[in-house]
């Protein structure tokens, strides 16, 4: 096109047509355009984003087209919005026009619409789950000996058992070499989504789809851990009682018997399979990433653990275990965890949403059907909600009197309509665990904290922490 535009005042004539068709926003028949940069044809705006750091780049561009703009990922239009002020408008004060489901290129192309939550209850409490898998990881961390290890998986499977012993009805061991190969299964394709092949493939999908790359290896981890799903559901068809549900699958799979008459019902053996490795997949990557993070942090500042050791010390002693009844008498402990979501900024660019409808905001039109992201970082980080959003200080989230104090701006969760139904298990792991872990140990590093980068080692569709070495030491 570039050898075209130049080769002729027609080739110049039709690229710039082009460009114009591109430029335009088909539906929109009032109200203001909204602003944002020039795009390419077939590239959109690559050339003005920095792919191996999204949120950075969407907040740079923000800069010069302020708080609410439109960009072009490829040929995807999506509307950008930046700041509290303007995603706190947009996802609660106009919370059914934002309410659509967005997309997400990676998970798409699996799970192709279906997957939604469905809040089905049954037995033990969460809070009980969470319990019984804390006292499995604290054996498995005595046998550590104080040595320095990779924390990952060992994270990684204690917050995928609770999960686990929701969906199938029970928890694996830790050496379980099929659990071990559904956890690098998850974290892998996780990974892919923080890396700069992963934001290319958000923006090209329907090209790379068909390419060899990289894309390739995360496609097939995927329907790796489909198949697993499948397994576990196949098994539980086998062996269902109706009137003794055991778990998340033999709850959907009554629901399943219940409307097999209704031909509109999401109730199907598609839905059931996406639905639980939808729980399965985000109720593990996130909170052990956030765990993962946090104890880096710990390291690089072993006064801010003095300080939880002391309160844990106070609050709970060394005689029985943390329960959440504790966290309102440990403002500080939940000052960091608190901290450790924002600083950490798990999922920065948030997951997209779309308008149901044409929609007018701040007094532009935004087409039915366009795509939102509502930066979750550019909340998080946000300089009028947070004294210093670039450092790390639990002072954020504690008044003068030492006290915890919300903050309107903490939306690691997202808000509105779609926030994130595992918002509540989420806290009590990250309270639980950290609480179980420091209650019996100290962090220790094979670093000076000095030399501890706690900078990420990918930021795409997700944040993906350094890997670390670290060493618990019995206390």
Avoid at 194 to 210: H, I
Avoid at 285 to 309: C, D, M, Q, W
Avoid at 429 to 449: A, G, H, K, M, Y
């Amino acid at each position: 096109l570039l050898a075209l535009g130049s080769a002729s005042p027609t080739g110049q004539t039709w690229v710039a047509a082009f460009v114009h068709m591109w430029n335009s926003d088909p539906g929109v028949s009032s109200g203001k355009m909204l602003p944002g940069p020039t795009l390419l044809p077939l590239i959109g705006n690559l050339l003005q984003l920095d792919i191996s750091g999204m949120r950075k780049s969407l907040m740079k561009i923000c800069e010069h087209y302020g708080p609410v703009y439109t960009i072009h990922l490829g040929s995807r239009r999506v509307v950008v919005l930046c700041g509290y002020q303007a995603v706190k408008e947009a996802l609660l004060d106009q919370a059914d026009d934002f309410g659509g489901r967005g997309e997400q290129a990676t998970f798409s192309w699996l799970f192709q619409g279906y997957g939604e939550f469905y809040l089905l209850q049954w037995g033990r409490s969460i809070e009980e789950r969470i319990l019984e898998e804390a006292h499995y990881l604290l054996e498995a961390l005595r046998g550590t000996k104080g040595l320095p290890f990779d924390p990952t998986y060992c994270l990684s499977r204690t917050v995928s058992n609770v999960i686990s012993s929701v969906v199938f009805g029970d928890r694996f061991d830790y050496e379980d070499k099929e659990f071990l190969s559904l956890l690098y299964m998850m974290t892998e394709s996780f990974r892919f989504t923080c890396t700069a092949w992963g934001q290319l493939y958000e923006m090209f999908s329907d090209t790379m789809r068909y390419l060899p790359g990289p894309q390739r290896e995360a496609f097939k981890q995927l329907v790796g851990l489909e198949k697993f799903i499948e397994r576990k559901v196949k098994a539980n068809m086998d062996t269902l009682d109706p009137n003794s549900p055991r778990d998340f699958i033999d709850c959907f799979l009554i629901k399943m018997q219940q409307e097999k008459q209704n031909p509109s019902s999401e109730f199907s053996l598609k839905n059931i399979v996406m639905t639980a490795l939808n729980i399965f997949f985000a109720g593990t990557e996130t909170v052990s990433t956030t765990l993962r993070y946090g104890f880096l942090i710990l390291l690089k500042y072993p006064e801010i653990e003095a300080k939880i050791h002391e309160e844990i010390d106070r609050v709970i002693g060394r005689n029985r275990a943390p329960n959440m009844e504790d966290r309102s008498q440990m403002p500080y402990t939940d000052a960091v965890i608190h901290e450790f979501q924002r600083f950490c900024d798990i999922i920065p660019t948030g997951v997209a949403r779309r308008v149901i409808r044409d929609t007018q905001f701040r007094g532009y039109t935004i087409p039915k059907g366009t795509e939102v992201y509502p930066v979750l970082g550019s909340v998080l980080y946000d300089p009028t909600q947070f004294s210093s959003p670039e450092t790390f200080d639990p002072r954020h989230f504690l008044d003068d009197n030492g006290q915890f104090r919300k903050s309107d701006a903490f939306v690691p969760f997202s808000l509105g309509k779609r926030y994130c139904f595992g918002e509540m298990l989420a806290r009590m792991e990250l309270f639980l665990f950290l609480t179980s872990i420091l209650q019996n140990f100290s962090f220790r590093s094979p670093l000076d904290p000095k030399d501890i980068d706690i900078s990420p080692k990918l930021v795409g569709f997700a944040t993906f922490p350094r890997s670390y070495e670290i060493c618990l030491i019995p206390r």
